[in-house]
């Protein structure tokens, strides 16, 4: 997994900023178009987005693309197409003009196709030629150096989006099992019946899930020292009413017992993760349960942040649970992710829970988030400020 700590690629030349594209992606792209936005001489940002379907006008992504760039405090930046030049060119342009409008300096605009990347603002034969500079990643010392610091670039997309993915075979059976265990004992602790889909309140939807709304589109892959993405600065509790309440049962009827489960399956989870030691399949099993009351997630939520360990985390729980349980396992993901600046890793995370839980709100406040564009930076120092009742309490020191 890549470091909190972004390496410092030096950027010299188009070919450098080529090179360095799929290192702060975390993938190398293909028929997308990228912008890597900076200020002073230091990168802040940076996003990509699917090339349009042939005749669609590019402004109006451009333009959003553009004001989700200002967000950043930025002062320039430099825009890449990746595919032929059909379909590059105009989005490139669209995209040129509409940062020029928001008050950036485009630095550069390049088009990369089959080994050869062309810029479209220098015209001088002898740096740039027509046919295209040919160039290897493998052989840049910018890939170099990012493959010393840590950084991965994986081969595509779809490699990233595997990550996700569930878990089949064995593993598959074994959760499947264990799951039952697990909802046969929150039925003993509940005192309801358990049936094969009751692993939430909602009937079988997670907790804060709503069966309408369509799916939202799929939001455009960022990252970068301050990533490409927000989240409500609300904190735990916003994506939906605790079901829990700090006092008693909730209005659901769910008794205490419920939530002091739920606070000590996750901090157990923390523990243990921390150890380097990976949850058995009953442990994943009773957390991912646990994790559909809203209160229980919002513990989760209130201790995840951006480092390595956390992500580590909620990728295990989300790939091993049952299908109708990986809502909260992947926004947990989703956001550890964007907190550490992997905005790539949290869209795909957001995309498989949305495509199975369209109506899940904190899933859909998230992908939002994400495409406002407002920098992890924007909650630094989680989680300092939230709802009392699902923040730690600090204990107080004995007066000496």
């Known amino acids: 997994m890549n470091s909190t700590e972004p390496a410092r690629l030096s950027v010299r030349s188009p070919a450098d900023m080529v090179a360095a594209v799929p290192y702060l992606l975390g993938f190398h792209p293909a028929d997308s178009v990228v912008v890597v936005a900076v200020r002073g001489r230091r990168v802040v940002f940076a996003a990509r987005g699917d090339l349009p379907a042939p005749g669609v006008d590019p402004g109006p992504a451009a333009r959003h693309l553009a004001q ?3 967000r950043q ?3 320039a930046a430099t825009v890449v197409g990746y595919g032929p030049a059909a379909r ?19 630095l550069d605009a390049l088009r990369v196709t089959e080994g050869r990347w062309f810029s479209y603002l220098c015209v001088e034969p002898s740096c740039c030629p027509p046919e295209g500079t040919p160039y290897d990643p493998a052989a840049s010392q910018v890939s170099a150096a990012a493959v010393f610091a840590g950084q991965v670039a ?19 059976l074994a959760m ?24 939430s309140p909602a009937g079988g939807l997670p907790a804060d899930s709503s069966r309408a709304g369509a799916e939202p589109p799929v939001p455009a892959d960022g990252a970068g020292p301050e990533g490409e993405s927000s989240v409500p600065v609300g904190g735990p509790g916003s994506g939906g009413k605790s079901q829990v309440p700090a006092g008693g049962a909730g209005s659901g009827g769910e008794p205490r017992a419920v939530r002091t489960a739920g606070t000590a399956a996750v901090r157990a989870a923390f523990r243990r993760q921390r150890r380097g030691e990976r949850l058995d399949d009953d442990e994943v099993a009773w957390l991912t349960v646990l994790l559909t009351h809203v209160a229980v997630r919002d513990h989760a939520w209130s201790r995840t942040d951006g480092r390595d360990e956390d992500i580590s985390l909620w990728t295990d729980v989300l790939r091993r649970a049952e299908p109708d349980l990986i809502a909260a396992p992947g926004c947990l993901l989703a956001f550890a992710a964007w907190r550490s600046g992997h905005g790539a890793l949290a869209a795909v995370a957001l ?12 899933a859909v406040l998230l992908d939002e988030a994400l495409r406002r564009g407002v920098a992890p930076s924007a909650l630094d120092g989680w989680p300092g400020s939230g709802d009392g009742a699902v923040l730690r309490r600090r204990r107080r020191r004995p007066r000496r």
């Open 68 to 70: 989700v760039v200002a």
């Open 73 to 75: 405090d930025a002062d």
């Open 88 to 106: 590059v060119t105009g989005v490139v342009d669209a995209i040129g003009d509409a940062l020029t409008a928001a008050g950036l300096v485009v």
């Open 154 to 172: 994986l081969p595509d997309r779809a490699a990233l989006a595997a990550q996700v993915s569930p878990l089949d075979g064995p593993v598959r």
């Open 176 to 199: 499947r099992r264990a799951t039952g265990r697990a909802r046969l004992r929150l039925a003993a602790l509940t005192g309801r019946p358990s049936t094969p889909s009751a692993g």
């Open 351 to 362: 995309e498989r829970v949305l495509s199975a839980h369209p109506g899940y709100s904190l």
